[in-house]
T-cell receptor, first 113, second 107 residues
């Protein structure tokens, strides 16, 4: 059984650029959630995808968008990058929505200059 | 969403000591998890414990759902226990995290 994987591990972008982060869910899971963790803080929920549909969204602007594919892997896209977008981005996969154990990937560390 | 508060914010222990971390949450939950974040940022699952008591080696956890708190116990601490411990809870689909407890275990 493979765990949750994310790519890339590190990324450096310039303010105003666009970025795509990728997540492969754990085998057998159909739900992917994305979180943003700023330095020194707990993760903040961005959104969740369940069976290829956005299932819920946190307090993030529309320039944060996502996709889930038929194999339940997922992408997080961020447009018009701002300096405050610098953070660790974590994805979590689970079976079902929310109430089941969420398993986290290793994260992508994004730096915006 | 649910508000999650963790205490203490920082904990310094001598190797071999026992400790208790607390997590208070603002509403009823259907999912509560404890995590240990390693130095590289990965969140390691410790417990899925919306209610009751569980044990895994030197770690154990108890959630009293009716009183809206959970406790994580670390016994006979080791230097490898150092790191940030997070509690996260939800009653819908989005996990709300506390600010974490930073544990430092000294040899």
């Amino acid at each position: 059984e493979t765990g949750v994987t994310q790519s890339p591990t590190h990324l450096i972008k310039t303010r105003g650029q666009q970025v795509t982060l990728r997540c492969s869910s754990q085998s057998g899971h159909n739900t992917v959630s994305w979180y943003q963790q700023a330095l020194g803080q707990g993760p903040q929920f961005i959104f969740q995808y369940y069976r290829e549909e956005e299932n819920g969204r946190g307090n993030f602007p529309p320039r944060f968008s996502g996709l889930q594919f038929p194999n339940y892997s997922s992408e997080l896209n961020v447009n018009a990058l701002e300096l405050d977008d610098s953070a660790l981005y974590l994805c979590a996969s689970s079976w079902g929505q929310g109430i089941d154990t969420q398993y986290f990937g290793p994260g992508t560390r994004l730096t915006v200059l | 969403g649910i508000q999650v508060e963790q205490s203490p914010p920082d904990l310094i222990l001598q190797e071999g000591a026992n400790s208790t971390l607390r997590c208070n949450f603002s509403d009823s939950v259907n999912n509560l998890q404890w995590f240990h974040q390693n130095p590289w940022g990965q969140l390691i699952n410790l417990f899925y414990i919306p209610s009751g008591t569980k044990q895994n080696g030197r770690l154990s956890a108890t959630t009293v759902a009716t009183e809206r708190y959970s406790l994580l116990y670390i016994s006979s601490s080791q230097t490898t226990d150092s790191g940030v411990y997070f509690c996260a809870a939800t009653n819908d689909y989005k996990l709300s995290f506390g600010a974490g407890t930073t544990v430092t275990v000294r040899a």
